[in-house]
């Protein structure tokens, strides 16, 4: 078989890694031959690939970002765009199979171009480890290392200052970087969007921390609202001056509780940081492994599945599972990190 | 209740986090109070301790070693071991309960203490990740992530030599961190106790993997034996002069590929910088978490019982299923690296 | 001789490094005791202090922040500020000398204190490396190895998104932390306070990398201004609302860039993370090196002096020679890094 | 002018850093083209190179190893080897001057090169820091880094057991890795080839650590030779059965120190780890730096020179300082360590 690989969203650290898996598993154990399609769906729907040899995936496991190239192209967009266009794409270049890497929005792609009779295979991927269907996503554990590593530093100058440190990390509409790098880095306060919580409560945790002779710890997912407000600081819109707003919650956030606790605050944004960069070998075992059972999935004709992590075996779920439930930080998960808080 | 802890076998990244988690949720959800034994079940049968309030166990979930000391002491040895001795220690110290995080050889004693009556609940602590009832332990993240970083190092030099390069890595008995590391890294050979591979296929991998160009990457446990051999080296005992005999396998081999293949041949063992120091962001959720789980299996008085991770959750099993079980790497996780191979 | 130890003004990786290089020299050759005041000038004012035995300092050279506390109080301050108070105090307390760590504010006040008769020698602190006086200064290292880390991570992310990425990091007057972080990382353009360089000129240098086939990348420090602009953003007070300004020079230069460009251009502004954390080793035996040195200056009552790095030797400067002189990039350097722009 | 670049020896991180450095300066600023010979002199004798245009030096300074390949080939071996059969082969090439990347022995080949009549510049590398002529030079920094990171794991685990552990660096013939680490990571004992020390001594300070409460730390360059023995290690050939000795003085000093301190004690030679993968920020921007420099030399026809740090700049210096004279850790700058031993 032809199969074509494309990468599309966000970057996310192993995404090179799972590419090297499904071509040396498709290359070695099936004789298979693989392109590359360019920057996402745009390439599927332009029709524009590279030949994906052997050696043009070698050492590629431990480098961040993708060589395809990705993109948030919409596979139904512009006039070569829509199930028929493709398969007649597909057709033209002989590729019996695609590959599709992408989080929610490009697994809901794949769903529909399979309906209309498409032979795809995702592959989950989702730095805020929000899919429903898999444990575990690669890249999460990356982004999270990186946080933490970010989050033990600003510790320190919170120490040596006595002051209050505000983390915002990743996580628009889920908590989970938030709140294992809050966990792993012991933060007094972890705020997450899947929790309301009252301003009042953060200065209560922060002021309790600080009279038990801590510098307080707060780290606050990009999605999160106050228990009174009704909307994301990312979604409010441009300034009263027609400009887009700066700054995420983290910023809004520290002069409100510097001025509720009296503690000098300080905020840092760490963006794009955790997304980018050398995969931990966590992802780069994890990439490589669904990669490799992506091709297994092709090999058997598994059209619409996705391959997912359950405990520590690699399985294959369908699509439907993988769209529509975003996985949310269950209570108890918060409960226990709670226990740390104040 | 009062609650004593203790950290016993080989130091292993995360036991101070297990330490924080178990304190912090005793002492917040239930008002248990906590002492930690010194230096394992030394403490223990010496009824040494320490107290552990709260402030005591602040700031150290990102310390590698643990606060209370270890040793491979065994509960039975001396005037004050076995079990009515140890009983009476604790019920002169008013010590309800105890919770042991350690290894195979901990959990069997803690088991035949609690079949004595003693009120014991257990942590699993191996850094090679070898105990089958936990789907992960702490510590192996770390160590994995160590060894792929070094390894990392090592393929940059192998490749400006074009040199065969050998990383001997942890894993007396068992694979997992050789297994991930070597997948992480790209390793064109991976050597692990659980398979029987000869000299002559090991020399086969690294001149296919030279021949296509690269310099050939060999990952392998200190425990693997080549294939027409009987026993690991560490077991080999004394030389010719009756000293120790230095050097693991990984020495041993490099001159042997050598000649076999022609190829310069260079190896470095990375021994204990895998078992040491900051534990990866992982490995600090995993620990907190089963240091949280494992107040709550003493609240609830399932002694005889540790805590353990099956895909994302936090369970409690019987010692029986973690005493007396090592968990290899099955063959299909094998034949999945050896795709990379060659 | 009984010294006192303070540590003025910002966090820096390397303070423990001093206090630890200070105490063991000071006990192990001189025989001389330690106290250290707390949070800066203000322990010194207010006469608070900790004894510094040899045990206080163990381990604490791979620590950030400041085992003392640290505090932007100037030592003229208050009703106990001022030379002949902090005489009093000091001579109440039994305490011959005084080593002073920090940067151009607190060795300029150490300066007039000494000038007034204290016993002052002075260990130059500034993350920014912008003290004329000495060749480099401890956390420079560390704050540029954490910089270059973090846009080798954004850098994947651009290639992957085919974006411009812009970087901001610290440097308020002075630009060598961008310099080089920006040369290591291989930025495309470095944008620093001593080089007026048109918005025009720098979409020149992004849209010509485009045109290569790489993705842009900025480095700016955050005290850069474009050359048809009088001041710094940090500088532009409040926004319409009566609220501070939110973000910096980075968040403002991506929108223009884009708008100029064509290209999508993202920011992220590293902040905290720059001046916290574990010291990287060139910063530790620097500091450990100064700290001693301080000790031998105190011990020859070089009052009014501070100790420098000049190629790879520690010596002893007047205090004149490090205040009043900002350090700044000399055009020689900015051009040799400018080989590598567009 | 067309300038061919080599680099020779071990390797060491900065390699490609310099060759980036040196293209972008050459093409740049004086219109130069530039070939790589491969693998240090053996392209040159053989006449084996690549073109490198600057696509070719892209993103690599961040890259470990070389681009180029290397050996430890003399230009004097073989056929093709030799002053005259290397001018004609340049003269065959086109190549006006070659840039010579290389330590005491790849400069002492250029030496005489240039002698002949050849146009040679200098570019010095030595992982160890053992050349009189520059301040430092790079991949020294990022060994001492990797070093330092290594010993400051162990350090956990020898606290969690109550051992001593030693650390094994390198360094042959002189101490700066192990002087520059060993002071970073709070070494209780650093033992290098310029200082004989007793074996008594180096029980006394382990001793010494042990009963203040420490886990003693003893870092060991490879070429360290205890008082009352003769030559080091790595030089006394082969064991009773032909093969070659096993393990260097690291492991050797364990038993002997156990022994004599009746303190467990267990020892890691870090070995490759040291010499290979991602320099540090320090070491990019210094090999850029020399490489930049490199061309100028080059352009102003400065034959039999190389380029050096003193202080923060670049100059020129002629191989006659380069070579003969190794740079010893001079006694002062031991004393200054020493203060931090036992």
């Known amino acids: 078989m032809k199969i074509g690989i494309m990468t599309s969203g966000g970057d996310c650290p192993g995404l090179n890694a799972v590419i090297r898996g499904a071509v040396l598993r498709g290359i070695k154990t099936y004789d298979h031959e693989f392109v590359g399609f360019l920057d996402g769906w745009r390439g599927v729907v332009d029709g524009e690939c590279i030949g994906l040899p052997r050696h043009k995936v070698r050492g590629i496991s431990k480098q961040g970002g993708t060589i395809l190239g990705t993109s948030r192209t919409n596979p139904y967009d512009g006039p070569n765009g829509g199930p028929e266009n493709i398969a007649a794409t597909l057709a033209r270049l002989g590729v019996d199979a695609v590959i599709a890497i992408g989080g929610e929005g490009t697994l809901a792609g794949a769903r529909e171009l399979t309906n209309a009779g498409l032979n795809i295979v995702g592959v989950p991927k989702t730095i805020d480890n929000d899919l ?109 001056f027609g400009r887009p707003r700066l700054g995420g919650i983290g910023e809004h956030l520290a002069p409100e509780l510097e001025r509720m606790t009296g503690l000098e605050t300080r905020a840092t944004t760490l963006g794009h940081i955790q997304r980018g960069g050398v995969p931990s070998a966590y992802d780069r075992v994890l990439a490589t492994r669904l990669g490799m059972a992506s091709v297994d999935s092709v090999s058997d004709k598994r059209w619409g599945t996705m391959v997912a992590l359950r405990g520590t075996e690699v399985v294959s779920v369908g699509f439907q599972e993988a769209v529509g439930n975003l996985k949310f930080v269950p209570q108890h998960r918060y409960d226990e990190a709670a226990v740390l808080f104040g």
Do not use: N
């Not at 269907?133 to 200052?161: C, K, P, W």
């Open 132 to 240: 429903d269907a898999t444990d575990y996503s690669f890249g999460f554990d990356t982004a999270v290392q990186i946080a933490t590593e970010a989050i033990d530093r600003l510790r320190t100058t919170g120490e040596a200052h006595h002051r209050c440190m505000i983390a915002e990390v990743m996580g628009r509409h889920v908590g989970w970087i938030a709140l294992h790098a809050g966990m792993a880095a012991g933060a007094h306060a972890i705020l997450i969007p899947e929790q309301k919580v009252s301003m009042e409560q953060v200065a209560a945790w922060v002021t309790e921390a600080y009279e038990r002779g801590r510098a307080p710890l707060v780290v606050v997912a990009e999605g999160w609202v106050p228990e009174d407000e009704d909307k994301p600081w990312a979604e409010r819109g441009v300034d009263a």
